[in-house]
């Protein structure tokens, strides 16, 4: 840039840790007017403490955010209505929280007149591209600098080991790290790299914060109920205590609090990165473990079979588009829409018990109900006649008979 | 049938309990030569017992077939390489039993001559069409016989509850019934009916008798190791005992145990049955539980990406197919043959934490891993250029941005 | 019935043919009283004359509904919208007609209090299914007499051929049937059964009655252009003549018009009845194979192609869900709903030419048209930067080369 | 490179025209070793002038192989088992050729040992995808070179326009260029860009040359029957002239001939591009089209509904893989393999009609039909109870009538 333009306006994500104070401080070296910005959704982060870190270390602006309630109500809810799920095991807390601080700090951007963005993601992680497809989605001519793919930066801050002892940044304080690297937000905490890497080594007994290990949990259940309004939890209820829980972020926090306290949802995985690599992280994701299994369970009383069968194959496309960072995509925008179209009348309650790391559902009700306890007993016979059964079950057999009459076996050789 | 005629042969699925044993006595006033037929799939009965009982009611011949192994090795570790899993939650345990009792009870008719096969699954559930698809694809001229769907036959004999005190046959004995029913073999105990018809009623705390409730299993993990080859279980290490067993029958029983010990396996649910009504269940799956969980993981370490995707779709439908009764249909043994062959590198071992009724996967390992600890690292950069990343967002943004610019806003409003 | 008792009413769907005027009279002889009811969905009939036919031979009342709007705007455009095909070759014309006469049908029996329907679909096809399921998904508890498949009924009248020279019930002309059945609507006409019954045996070539053959229409191409909005035609143009036509069933019958007569739609297969059982039939539909082609093209114009892959697979559930006669279920609710959804862009306008029984599109231009000349052509470089391209290829490479790195060979061998 | 070290060899796919030739002399220029390879995948050129003017421009080598059976056999065949179509119009020509390409190139790099290869795709398209994808899977450590890709190359030949009047490398030859590009092989003809940019402007009527047009076709149909075993095409019949044709080149070549001269096999789309952007195109596939018609009709013969739905869902997959670029991928050879499976029994023979650019089957048979023509009659019973029906049908609705019932209205208001 020559000394006669007006400096280039950027907008950094910035945490208050280590990475993005090196990148803060080198945007600057590069010439940029940085605005440090965090979004809050849950972490567990001094945002004050990132703010005067930021000034100091050269930021013309730090803005903050509270995102927490967007987070629950706009990006979690909608991935429970979905019962979302990524290969099988990962309930996409890192993934779902990147769009919403996409749009946060692409908003700050318009806000202050800035063309760049800027974030710490390293560049062999999916986070990189969450963070970037939602950015142009939202903001197609939006310029993003991402420094941990440009050798300029990386070479020079060779590694994350690398970062601990820094001389190059004087200004930076120099703190130990630990042995992985963690990521934090409201609904979950994921670990990741460092000793983590060999996935045939078990991860530590005491890497998670967010939850007891059930060995620790209290040897007594405790016993809540979670009502439903069109697939999005209302209200929560201890059924030991009697506490009443309202309100998305409310309900949420308190699902997370005894969720950890019970040890409820821990993981160790190997997982498929969108870049074509397995990684293996370690995750715990307390209310969102509940959540789901209480989804599930009103959703299968109150909702169609045929109609979930179909919903349940558009969850498995949308899981994968938001592990990938396509939130913010015709796509993705078109299944939430038809997801929260599927939910219409999955209201209800759901009882449950939360037991050393284990959720139990053990009762559901709801005045959506499919349910029709007179027509499935086993003591009445209900609106339903027997003989019925023996028609469907030899037509359904027909073109089984007739395969085998015609191109034969189907034993299973 | 007149007197003249030589008698028909009949093949009845014969348990001892109360209800077969209504159903051989009526077979016989019906004018049929019953030969009264016993799977051994594992369940908990007493089969010189039920011979006796058979014999002394009138049936002409007793057959019990010992088919343990075969529906391990051909019915749940086909299940077990699908991950197969029916609407999130249930294991399919009564379903992969079906075919493989209905295997034999054809075998036996065929050795025996008989043109006709019974049994006593009632008119409202499932396994009357899996019974019943699974002869008729095996045997197309086979004529099935069942009396639940009989008018003359259930109108007799009333509901279930009138089964308990019966005069109109004296040869039954009369035993007090639970007041549920239950189903059972090696892979499961399934429960339904009576009290659990209502929902919102939770199961009494008595009901399983599998496994140990999670609240009374051990205060100590057990640490287990499973090796997989193919995607089939090939041997069971207890890490704790340094106990090795192999045999698909003896690891699977191993599982069962230690898994029941546990407390592994629970789940209470509302289902979809086929024949179109929710039904509500609790079912106990230990070693079922345990290897689905161990199965991904390996699964996931050895599986590229994209088949896996494609994979998981195909499990889905065959988890239907199976639980509908379709296993021995032309699409059920295409997809086991697709799955088989996506499990070609499915081998290696996953270590395992069994705790109050948890399954935690703690590190995995294999010969075929895809898995490159030195490419995902965050600490060298092994063979990976960070700079193709940024190439790699942008073209997958592209069409995103001219969404943008062409059709507009993709926020979520 | 006892003599004193109320007679009960029936709303009988009559064409006026033989079949159903035989139902009529048996219907009659049961003690109905029988309303005769028409839908007219296009079909070739003289309404008049089976009104005079109906009442001579007994029905105490004659209805019929002009539901040819209805069926256009509420049927065949939605199935339009989802490019609706049922194993890749049949539009769907009978599928698609038969929920929207049972709506008529339900409609007159509620309004005339009658407790039952009746119809003349057979026992062996599709269209039983397709009447019965829509009337008890849309009145649970009306009772469905099927004479076709009555011992009583069809004994008596013992097959198609023996309705021909009928004695049995004297008020019944007599008239020579043709060697084939049909069945036709606005949509289409399809003929299958009796000589059409072999499918290795050619159709006979004067068949088709809707459509010209390809070797008799015109030796000049006629072009058109279809506008579209929201993936419904609003408007065609002659582009020959200049005619403009609005409106939808005026458009549409257009369509079948030009299409008609440039032997457009014609489909010789064999298809897979929902019963199980292979049937051969043989359709003419013009204007719904005219408006699939133009429809596929402005859909890819206008739709993100991530959406519209999404949207592929929801319409082929759908077309299955159609022809199995699940129009009115929750879960083809839920499809036309998301398809709907997804055409929200959908509109322009697609130029075609018809000759000799092909469509050719050769233009289209939308407003919003997701083709971005400039980004494409290969003589500007456009917003676009060729090098992005190299990260894109490497990075989906990486896990292809690892593959092959780590588990070997992917040729074809 | 440095003087001393030895030149680098490098393989080009080469065409003779004049991008090729262009990148020939520029890849000497960076001082690489050229070996010009031609694959002959059935495109008409000479492949000796090809050969002479490389030469003359400096390669060290010329190779041609011919891979014209090869292309049939592993690549179009097995698109013709999967009836594979992408965006329900483009038959794949490109994308299939374009493996069978990368496996020759790369087959001539290893026999040659060159390190490199290169390729004349532009930046924008999908072809350089394909090449590169395959290339890397087929051999990871092989290094690429795409001029198009590169401004060093791009911004000295500047777009495509440019290259026509070249004065930079004296050698090469002025010739004009046709205003649109285009690429052949044995399965097709595309034609895109240039004037062909604009998708709202028709194509010239001149433009294709494997086809004649419609219009210009003979007055009198062609009869054909073409014989099919395990979903492979066997044996084609001219039923007007009895010519029989064996081989897979040969009927596949002669297809072609006289799919071309009855004007099959045009079509004029917008389609999406792997790289995010849509683009329009011509292509004109006579063999494959016919193919694709008479397959179907055979498949759905022979193939059991349920599996035909399976495999027209992997089919569906297949089509975009294949498109993408993913032929030599895990996944796709996991596709083709489960399709290959599905076909075991699609043998039989299908009579087809060809007129005026219509593919008209009329007639089919098969050693596996499924069809029973007892079964389907309409004029006698067969092994078929009407009754049975009524059960079937009152038990798919059951679920339908408990959920308007429970649930509401299912109009589609």
């Given at each position: 840039m020559s000394a006669n333009q007006p400096k280039k306006k950027i907008v950094l994500a910035y945490s208050g840790g280590l990475d993005t104070s090196c990148i803060l401080v080198w945007l600057i070296e590069q010439g940029y007017d940085v605005i440090a910005f965090t979004a809050d959704?849950?972490?567990?982060?001094d945002f004050e403490a990132a703010k005067q870190k930021a000034l100091s270390l050269g930021a013309i602006k730090y803005v903050c955010l509270d995102l927490r309630r967007d987070f629950v109500d706009n990006y979690i809810f909608p991935a429970v209505q979905a019962d979302a799920i990524y290969e099988d095991r990962y309930l996409l807390g890192t993934a779902l929280a990147r769009p919403c601080i996409a749009s946060g700090i692409i908003r700050v951007a318009s806000e202050e007149g800035a063309s760049h963005v800027s974030h710490?993601?390293?560049?062999?992680?999916n986070d990189q591209i969450r963070f970037e497809l939602a950015s142009y989605a939202l903001c197609p001519q939006v310029e993003v600098v991402s420094p941990w793919r440009l050798p300029e930066f990386y070479e020079r801050f060779?590694?994350?080991?690398?970062?601990?002892?820094?001389?190059?940044?004087?200004?930076l304080p120099v703190t130990p790290k630990s042995p992985w690297s963690m990521d934090g937000n409201l609904m979950h905490i994921s670990y990741e790299s460092g000793?983590?890497?060999?996935?045939k080594v078990e991860a530590p007994?005491?890497?998670?914060?967010m939850t007891k290990s059930p060995a620790e949990a209290p040897d007594q259940a405790v016993r809540i109920s979670i009502r439903f309004e069109q697939g999005i939890p209302v209200k929560v209820k201890?059924?030991?205590?009697?506490e009443e829980i309202t309100g998305s972020l409310e309900l949420y926090t308190y699902l997370n609090k005894i969720g950890g306290e019970h040890g409820i949802g821990r993981v160790d995985i190997v997982e498929n990165r969108f870049i074509g690599m397995k990684s293996r992280g370690v995750y715990e994701t307390p209310a969102g473990t509940i959540l789901r299994q209480a989804h599930i369970d009103i959703e299968v009383l109150t909702m169609d079979r045929e109609l979930r069968r179909i919903k349940q194959r558009l969850a498995l496309d949308f899981g994968e588009q938001v592990y990938r960072g396509f939130w913010f995509s015709p796509e993705c925008k078109f299944l939430r829409d038809c997801i929260k179209r599927s939910?219409?009348?999955?209201?209800g309650t759901v009882q449950l018990s939360l037991f050393k790391g284990g959720v139990h559902v053990t009762a559901r009700d709801s005045e959506?109900?499919?349910?029709?306890q007179e027509l499935v007993s086993m003591d009445v016979q209900g609106n339903?006649?027997?003989?019925d059964a023996e028609g469907f079950i030899r037509i359904n057999a027909l073109r089984l008979r007739e395969y085998h009459r015609l191109q034969g076996d189907l034993d299973q050789s």
């Open positions: 959704v849950g972490q567990d982060d710490g993601a390293t560049g062999k992680g060779a590694g994350r080991q690398a970062l601990t002892p820094r001389r190059t940044i004087s200004a000793i983590l890497e060999d996935p007994q005491d890497l998670c914060t201890n059924l030991t205590t009697g939910q219409e009348r999955v209201s959506f109900s499919l349910y029709n339903y006649e027997p003989r």
